[in-house]
């Protein structure tokens, strides 16, 4: 896959929104709260693999795409990714490659900062959603070996969320 196209609900008025450079395909798409900005990973190879793959931010009005993270890391499970709900920050699970656990992270669409890490999970973590107020992110994942793949659903993110940031600028 290497193009995202808009189409109309009466299935007219088809436009090309994003087609991905050569040699690149897209590896996850999530749109913002919003309506208005199309997040988009791209990447080479396999799909188990993040190393080289790039989020960008696709304006749907036209404008050009801005990248706002570049991931350096093996990443089990593709590369989910999803809006949060006051759309100033993008989640997606990153593997550790020195241990079998999985960081929760975030990074803001503004730019400006690289990630960090929200949360750490001892297991495969892949799709996810986060709920519309913020307060739950669910996802998919198994731990170990397991080929058995459960539904969780972390509660109280926003509080989370608050706490870690409190603890960053040491209060």
């Known amino acids: 896959l290497d193009t995202v196209m808009r189409i109309g609900l009466d299935g007219r008025n088809e436009k090309e929104v994003f087609r991905a450079p050569e040699g690149q395909g897209i590896r996850g798409i999530a749109l913002s709260p919003d309506e208005k900005v199309l997040s988009v990973i791209i990447g080479p190879g396999a799909l188990s693999a993040a190393a080289g793959c790039t989020l960008l931010l696709v304006p ?3 404008g050009s795409a ?3 993270h ?5 990443q089990g499970g593709g590369v989910d990714h999803a ?13 550790d490659e020195n241990e ?10 503004a730019g400006g900062t690289g990630p960090e890490t929200v949360y ?4 495969m973590t892949y ?5 519309p ?3 739950m992110i669910a996802f998919t994942g198994r731990v170990g070996s397991s080929n058995t793949s459960d539904a969780w659903i972390m509660e109280n993110l926003k509080d989370e969320l608050k706490k870690l940031a409190a603890e960053k600028d040491g209060r």
Not at 120 to 123: D, F, K, L, P, V
């Open 120 to 123: 750490r999970r001892n297991g």
């Open 70 to 74: 570049q991931f350096t890391n093996h």
């Open 60 to 62: 749907l009005d036209g």
């Open 127 to 131: 799709g996810m959603a986060v709920h």
């Open 66 to 68: 801005r990248q706002v």
């Open 83 to 95: 809006w949060a709900p006051d759309g100033r920050s993008v989640l997606f699970a990153v593997r």
């Open 100 to 109: 079998y656990s999985w960081d929760f992270q975030r990074v803001p669409v």
């Open 133 to 135: 107020s913020g307060r």
